[in-house]
Structures are given as structure tokens and as C-alpha cells.
């Protein structure tokens, strides 16, 4: 009785795992890639803004409870900004909470009614008065141009 039980064991161990089955279905997703001209857009001047954060041990007190940003990654920003607008030419990605960040905002809500900001330039200066990165001043200049499309 023991060997039958055992047997009786071992094929519905050996039905139970061969029974198995594996299906794969997929489906073409669309092209979403849009190609522009250079004839596509209006293009402005070079617009410049600027930003300044003071990091006192590391903290921005003066941004710890509200920050104006925007982001170069469309919905990667949580934070109440303006929404994320794309960048021809910016390689990098920008943290929500960084110098850079605040510049672009600044930029942005400065010149509202446009699109696309083409090859931001950064330019950044940080100042230690009192050395081991107690007090940082770090300071960005943002310079680009800005586009609307036709």
C-alpha cells in the first residue's frame, strides 16, 4: 500500500509540473517619434536667467518647503512647476531640486509662450567664504534659445 501511494504520488508530481504552459502575445506599438525642421519653428533671441541657491551643512533653507523647478524629463517631476517643455541639445538630465533646475525655471517663466528651448548653456559659479562646504553659494547662469512652433 506504501509503493502504491508513492506511486500515485510521483504521477501527479510528474503531471502537475509537465502541464505547465507558457504563452506570449505582443503587439506592435505605434511610432511616436515626431521628426521637426528647422522650418517647423520660430526662434528667438538667447535669453539669459540666473539662479542662486545657499547650502548652509547642506540644506537649502530657502527652498526646504517650496520649490519652482522644471525638468527636462517629461513626468518626472512630482513638484508644483511649470510642466516640462523639451530640450534640443541637452544632453544632461537635471534633478528636480538642482541649481541648473531653478535656472531653467527662471528662464522659462520669464519668457512664457514658447515650446522648446534649443542648447542650453550653463554656466556656474560656487563660492565658499567659510571652506569645508559649511556655506556653499552656488550660483547658475542659463543662456539658450527658445523656439514656438509654426
Not at 541637452?90 to 541648473?100: F, W
Not at 556653499?136 to 534659445?145: F, N, P
Amino acid at each position: 500500500m506504501k509503493r502504491f501511494k508513492i506511486i500515485i504520488f510521483s504521477i501527479f508530481i510528474v503531471m502537475f509540473y509537465s502541464s505547465c504552459s507558457y504563452v506570449h502575445k505582443t503587439m506592435q506599438e505605434p511610432n511616436i517619434q515626431v521628426e521637426f525642421y528647422k522650418s517647423d519653428f520660430i526662434f528667438s533671441e538667447q535669453f539669459t536667467a540666473e539662479a542662486t541657491q545657499t547650502f548652509f551643512f547642506g540644506l537649502d533653507f530657502e527652498r526646504l518647503f517650496s520649490v519652482k523647478s522644471a525638468s527636462t524629463e517629461s513626468g518626472s517631476d512630482i513638484l508644483p512647476s511649470i510642466s516640462s517643455i523639451p530640450i534640443v541639445g541637452g544632453m544632461q538630465v537635471l534633478k528636480p531640486k538642482s541649481t541648473e533646475a531653478f535656472a531653467l525655471y527662471n528662464l522659462m517663466e520669464a519668457n512664457p509662450g514658447y515650446d522648446v528651448v534649443f542648447y542650453p548653456q550653463y554656466e556656474t559659479i560656487e563660492v565658499r567664504p567659510v571652506g569645508l562646504s559649511i556655506l556653499v553659494i552656488k550660483t547658475v547662469k542659463v543662456t539658450a534659445r527658445l523656439g514656438k512652433l509654426q
